[in-house]
């Protein structure tokens, strides 16, 4: 089944611990990007990925960090987690950047302490 | 600064009815737009799309209209549904650019 899989679900943390969210995508996609969703804001990008080793940063790219080593997977780093990174995080992947549907995960809830 | 806002957070309707759900943005050189829907515990998902070329385009019950002189979107749903009951999101993009706008979404409640 063609799927974007984050993992973890849910995760509660404390400020400064350093945490990784993982995102692996199993439809060979090219682009593939980090959102965090907050309630009157809607979906804002954190990071993007056009392939293999090239990525940039999205709209809000600030105490974040991701690599992107292989096609398939995206992890989201955060080096020491703040509270005002506590939000919903969503992995999303497609075939190229050019007005291309995306694919997104299930979602990752973060709390920071 | 928002680029892309929806500024109904909320919409009720009956079923049966039309629903219709607005969007507007600022930067006209998006060319590109997209309606994702979202179900509580889920990802969203695409819904449908337009490209600045067209000013509308169907599939099934959901029609998105595109006025660009007013650099604003609709989307309509004929007859709405139970399970059309979801946030919808608006997106929009350049073509030469990776990044993707979305507004802060618009949460549909279908009454019964």
């Not at chain 1, 993992?7 to 995508?25: A, H, M």
């Not at chain 2, 994702?36 to 337009?50: D, Q, R, V």
Request: charged residues 20%.
């Amino acid at each position: 089944e063609a799927q974007v899989t984050q993992n973890p679900r849910y995760l509660i943390t404390v400020t400064g611990k350093k945490l990784t969210v993982t995102c692996s995508q199993n439809m060979n996609h090219e682009y593939m990007s980090w959102y965090r969703q907050d309630p009157g804001l809607g979906l804002r990008q954190i990071y993007y990925s056009m392939n293999v080793e090239v990525t940039d940063k999205g709209d809000v790219p600030e105490g974040y960090k991701v690599s992107r080593k292989e096609k398939r997977n995206f992890p989201l780093i955060l080096e020491s987690p703040s509270p005002n990174q506590t939000s919903l995080y969503f992995c999303a992947s497609s075939l190229s950047r050019l007005n291309e549907k995306l694919f997104f995960g299930s979602g990752t809830q973060l709390s920071v302490l | 600064d928002q680029q892309v806002k929806q500024n109904s957070p909320s919409l009720s309707v009956q079923e049966g009815r039309i629903s219709i759900l607005n969007c507007d943005y600022t930067n006209s050189m998006f060319d590109y737009f997209l309606w994702y829907k979202k179900y509580p515990a889920e990802g969203p998902t695409f819904l449908i799309s337009i490209s600045s070329i067209k000013d509308k385009n169907e599939d099934g019950r959901f029609t998105v209209f595109l006025n660009k002189s007013a650099k604003h979107l609709s989307l309509h749903i004929v007859p709405s549904q139970p399970g059309d009951s979801a946030v919808y999101f608006c997106a929009a993009q350049q073509t030469n650019d990776y990044k993707l706008s979305f507004g802060a979404g618009t949460t549909v409640t279908v009454r019964a």
